[in-house]
């Protein structure tokens, strides 16, 4: 997650974690921050509202896709690369 704090990562990982457990409702300044186990008024100390977290969330899971189809790299058949890479997504998801 280049660009982004230490904290603000963590922010975007726990987002991540929550929706996928709990699904996109319960995503909450609210609910991430407990969480985090911090207060609200931090979360808007690194984003300034739920709008820019899920930009952030949609750059991290972006780049991590771009990686993992460089990952598989030229060798192979097309098919073959294509069900490593399909592989690995659904791995990831």
Do not use: C, W
């Amino acid at each position: 997650m280049a660009g982004l704090t230490r904290r603000q990562q963590q922010i975007v990982s726990v987002s991540i974690e929550l929706i996928s457990r709990k699904g996109i409702q319960e995503l909450t300044i609210r609910n991430l921050a407990r969480e985090l186990g911090i207060t609200e008024p931090a979360i808007y100390r690194h984003f300034a509202g739920k709008t820019e977290i899920l930009a952030a969330m949609l750059e991290y899971l972006h780049s991590d896709i771009v990686a993992m189809f460089e990952h598989v790299g030229t060798e192979g058949s097309a098919l073959s690369r294509l069900e490593s890479y399909y592989r690995m997504l659904l791995e990831r998801l």
